[in-house]
Protein backbone atom coordinates (compact mmCIF):
# COMPACT_ATOMS: atom_id res chain seq x y z
CA UNK A 1 0.00 0.00 0.00
CA UNK A 2 1.46 3.44 -0.48
CA UNK A 3 0.79 6.37 2.08
CA UNK A 4 -0.34 9.64 -0.12
CA UNK A 5 1.44 13.03 2.10
CA UNK A 6 -1.68 14.95 2.99
CA UNK A 7 -2.69 17.27 6.06
CA UNK A 8 -3.55 15.10 9.43
CA UNK A 9 -1.57 12.15 7.96
CA UNK A 10 -0.14 10.73 11.33
CA UNK A 11 -3.62 10.24 12.53
CA UNK A 12 -5.58 9.25 9.54
CA UNK A 13 -2.91 6.69 9.18
CA UNK A 14 -3.19 5.76 13.45
CA UNK A 15 -6.45 5.15 12.90
CA UNK A 16 -6.68 3.25 9.26
CA UNK A 17 -3.35 0.47 9.84
CA UNK A 18 -5.54 -1.91 12.01
CA UNK A 19 -8.55 -2.28 9.27
CA UNK A 20 -5.87 -2.39 6.48
CA UNK A 21 -4.19 -5.55 8.92
CA UNK A 22 -7.50 -7.46 8.34
CA UNK A 23 -7.82 -6.91 5.19
CA UNK A 24 -4.13 -8.46 4.33
CA UNK A 25 -2.24 -5.45 3.89
CA UNK A 26 1.10 -5.86 4.97
CA UNK A 27 3.77 -3.33 3.80
CA UNK A 28 2.86 0.67 3.88
CA UNK A 29 5.28 2.45 1.83
CA UNK A 30 5.66 6.50 2.73
CA UNK A 31 6.56 9.57 1.01
CA UNK A 32 9.44 10.80 1.73
CA UNK A 33 8.05 13.62 3.44
CA UNK A 34 7.26 11.47 6.24
CA UNK A 35 9.38 11.56 9.73
CA UNK A 36 10.69 8.89 12.14
CA UNK A 37 7.24 9.28 14.27
CA UNK A 38 5.01 7.76 11.34
CA UNK A 39 7.68 5.28 10.35
CA UNK A 40 7.32 4.17 14.39
CA UNK A 41 3.51 4.05 13.54
CA UNK A 42 3.55 1.85 10.78
CA UNK A 43 6.02 -0.82 12.66
CA UNK A 44 4.11 -0.36 16.30
CA UNK A 45 0.48 -1.28 13.70
CA UNK A 46 2.34 -4.49 12.58
CA UNK A 47 3.57 -3.32 9.06
CA UNK A 48 6.82 -3.72 7.17
CA UNK A 49 7.43 -0.06 5.88
CA UNK A 50 9.25 1.32 2.62
CA UNK A 51 9.78 4.57 1.32
CA UNK A 52 7.65 5.68 -2.09
CA UNK A 53 10.55 8.20 -3.81
CA UNK A 54 7.99 10.16 -6.14
CA UNK A 55 9.57 10.78 -9.91
CA UNK A 56 12.41 12.64 -10.65
CA UNK A 57 10.25 15.35 -12.60
CA UNK A 58 13.87 16.61 -14.47
CA UNK A 59 16.19 15.75 -11.92
CA UNK A 60 19.16 14.08 -13.23
CA UNK A 61 19.94 10.54 -12.40
CA UNK A 62 22.50 11.20 -9.74
CA UNK A 63 20.33 14.13 -8.27
CA UNK A 64 17.39 11.59 -8.19
CA UNK A 65 19.54 8.40 -6.72
CA UNK A 66 21.18 11.38 -3.83
CA UNK A 67 17.59 12.69 -2.15
CA UNK A 68 16.69 9.21 -2.44
CA UNK A 69 19.86 8.43 -0.68
CA UNK A 70 19.24 10.75 2.11
CA UNK A 71 15.72 9.89 2.82
CA UNK A 72 16.48 6.19 3.23
CA UNK A 73 19.02 6.95 5.26
CA UNK A 74 17.03 9.45 7.50
CA UNK A 75 14.33 6.99 7.63
CA UNK A 76 16.20 4.30 8.29
CA UNK A 77 14.50 1.83 6.10
CA UNK A 78 15.50 -1.03 4.31
CA UNK A 79 13.31 -1.02 1.05
CA UNK A 80 12.62 1.64 -1.69
CA UNK A 81 10.53 2.32 -4.40
CA UNK A 82 11.66 4.19 -7.41
CA UNK A 83 8.57 5.84 -9.48
CA UNK A 84 9.97 7.11 -12.60
CA UNK A 85 8.05 8.12 -14.84
CA UNK A 86 8.05 11.07 -17.36
CA UNK A 87 11.05 10.01 -19.54
CA UNK A 88 11.35 9.29 -23.11
CA UNK A 89 11.69 5.44 -23.88
CA UNK A 90 15.05 5.32 -25.41
CA UNK A 91 16.35 7.31 -22.28
CA UNK A 92 14.97 4.93 -19.47
CA UNK A 93 17.09 2.08 -19.16
CA UNK A 94 19.82 4.32 -19.13
CA UNK A 95 18.60 6.78 -16.35
CA UNK A 96 17.72 3.67 -14.37
CA UNK A 97 21.23 2.15 -14.80
CA UNK A 98 22.54 4.95 -13.57
CA UNK A 99 20.34 5.55 -10.55
CA UNK A 100 20.77 1.87 -9.73
CA UNK A 101 24.05 2.25 -9.94
CA UNK A 102 24.80 5.40 -7.48
CA UNK A 103 22.58 3.89 -4.70
CA UNK A 104 24.43 0.30 -4.89
CA UNK A 105 27.58 2.17 -4.52
CA UNK A 106 26.22 3.69 -1.28
CA UNK A 107 23.56 1.37 0.26
CA UNK A 108 24.66 -2.01 -1.39
CA UNK A 109 21.97 -4.39 -0.10
CA UNK A 110 18.87 -2.21 0.04
CA UNK A 111 15.79 -3.75 -1.12
CA UNK A 112 14.72 -1.69 -4.64
CA UNK A 113 11.64 -1.37 -6.71
CA UNK A 114 11.46 0.32 -9.89
CA UNK A 115 7.81 1.66 -10.39
CA UNK A 116 7.77 2.39 -14.69
CA UNK A 117 4.15 3.59 -15.98
CA UNK A 118 2.43 0.13 -17.77
CA UNK A 119 4.35 -1.29 -20.78
CA UNK A 120 7.41 0.00 -20.35
CA UNK A 121 9.30 -2.51 -18.39
CA UNK A 122 10.61 -3.06 -22.41
CA UNK A 123 12.95 -0.38 -22.20
CA UNK A 124 14.46 -1.39 -18.83
CA UNK A 125 17.97 -2.38 -18.78
CA UNK A 126 17.54 -6.63 -18.31
CA UNK A 127 20.66 -7.32 -17.41
CA UNK A 128 21.16 -4.79 -14.47
CA UNK A 129 17.48 -6.88 -13.17
CA UNK A 130 18.97 -10.42 -13.71
CA UNK A 131 21.98 -10.07 -11.97
CA UNK A 132 20.78 -7.65 -8.78
CA UNK A 133 18.47 -10.00 -6.54
CA UNK A 134 17.83 -6.80 -4.31
CA UNK A 135 15.83 -5.22 -7.69
CA UNK A 136 12.61 -5.72 -8.73
CA UNK A 137 9.77 -3.98 -11.17
CA UNK A 138 6.91 -3.42 -10.05
Not at 98 to 109: F, N, T, Y
Request: with cysteine.
Amino acid sequence: MWAIWAEGFAPKLRHRLPALRRLGVTDVFLPREAGQSERALVRDGGCFVGLYETPPHGLSASSYAARAIEDVSRLRIGVLELNIEGLPDGALADYVERVVQAVRAKLPHLRLRINVVPFKGAYLPADRFASDRQLFCV
